[in-house]
């Protein structure tokens, strides 16, 4: 069966810190990948795309790869500040047959000041 | 408006009462997407609608469940005769969906429609 899998346990770490968060996936061919930022009562919000013939995407203090062989993305945020505390959510797009993104569960982080 | 917004922020509403829920999307988006999201879960897909095609209405969980969209903008979705597995967040977004949703079009939420069935 069909599969995005982040996970569940909230991750913590300190101030200043690399997060690195992973979304693994089976049976999807996703054409691209999004991430995904959700605060408490709020929706989600875009962070960035990467589509599948690419291994490396950058935007500020964030970086996202994604290994269509191993079918996983991993997100990271360098120089972690209290502010990145929030959920993350891995999309995928683009599958043969589906219209709409499919989105995994999220992980929630938190930065320790 | 600047945004995607959502109608009613908060509902709380009877076993069995009709609901509907209302969103207005990005001027100028013409796709329309409708997910739902329990309590500490991830986003269940419900319906989706590009321009003037069929929606895609795979992800309705049962048929008390429908959505319309009327002259591309607004859309409405209705639940019939509520359960309490229906209370979630269901949130709205659109996204410019010029070609299909292979383009990889970023997707704008609204804040959601919290209901809770009681």
């Known amino acids: 069966s069909q599969k995005i899998e982040q996970n569940s346990e909230a991750l913590n770490i300190q101030e200043g810190k690399t997060a690195t968060l992973t979304c693994n996936y089976t049976n999807y061919s996703p054409a691209y990948l999004q991430w995904y930022r959700q605060d408490p009562g709020r929706g989600p919000v875009f962070l960035l795309l990467i589509r599948e013939n690419e291994k490396e995407k950058r935007k500020e203090r964030l970086k996202v790869t994604f290994d269509t062989t191993l079918k996983q993305s991993l997100f990271h945020i360098t120089a972690s500040q209290p502010a990145d505390s929030a959920t993350y959510l891995c999309?995928?797009?683009?599958?043969?047959?589906?219209?709409?993104?499919?989105f995994g569960s999220g992980t929630r982080l938190q930065v320790q000041p | 408006g600047a945004g995607v917004s959502q109608s009613p922020s908060n509902k709380v509403t009877e076993k069995g009462k009709d609901v509907e829920l209302r969103c207005d999307p990005i001027s100028g988006h013409t796709a329309l997407y409708w997910y739902r999201q329990s309590l500490g879960q991830g986003l269940e897909f419900l319906i989706y609608?590009?321009?003037?095609?069929?929606?895609?209405k795979s992800g309705l969980p049962s048929d008390r469940f429908s959505a319309e969209r009327t002259g591309g903008s607004v859309s409405t979705l209705t639940i019939q005769r509520t359960q309490q597995e229906d209370s979630a967040v269901y949130l709205c977004a659109s996204s410019l969906g010029s070609g299909t949703v292979y383009s990889g079009n970023t997707i704008y939420f609204g804040e959601g429609s919290w209901l809770t069935v009681v």
């Open positions: 609608f590009q321009g003037n095609s069929a929606p895609d």
């Open positions: 999309a995928l797009g683009g599958d043969t047959g589906r219209r709409a993104l499919t």
